[in-house]
């Protein structure tokens, strides 16, 4: 059955920015005396600021250093803004969802300025999509918050929804709201990794997606 509304993570799903934000991790915590390597952070790519930093260096260094790696992450990524694209077949998708009268509804747990930086880069504008940022939320992925607060502010149930993400984050997120996880290959997301996260369908990329929705 095709979903009436698919909740869509930005980061990594539809902007291809994983390499400028592991940069601009690796940037922050260099800064504050802590030496992380690149593959480090890309498996914890796609929680929140939150979890990220704890999961990265542990919850006695987040006390102490955490608001200022948060901080300086959001400094060096907006400095690497110029260097983020589109993931291939965005667009495309975005239009055949509103052809297929499926409703495109974003759900990330980055702050509202850098969701607003990402909309940008794809060209498009905040009125046109439901969304609910790190702002509406009290805990970031994978705490199932972003996908409960979607799913309420959508009216629909999560059978009448999917979830579409690049990370194991995001499949857990959406176990725990019972509705079902589709993988993109477009991000910080490893095939296994994503397997792992059950992913119910698993998509090489944004056009392969689409073209499986029309199917349905």
Sequence with gaps: MRP???LLDIDGTLVDNTAQHIAAWQEAFSKLGLAVDQETLRRQIGKGGDLFVKAIAGED???RHGDAARELHGVGYQRRLGEVRPVPGVNELLEGLERLQVRAVLASSSNPDEVEANLKVLG????RFLIVDGDDIEASKPAPDVFG???ERSGVTPEQAAVV???RWDGEAARKVGVRFWSVLTGAGREDELRAAAAEQSFRDLGALLGFLRQL
Aim: no cysteine; aromatic share 6%.
């Design 124 to 127: 498009e504008r905040p009125e």
């Design 4 to 6: 009436e509304v698919l």
């Design 149 to 151: 607060v979607a799913l």
């Design 165 to 167: 993400g690049d990370t």
């Design 61 to 63: 260094w987040d006390r």
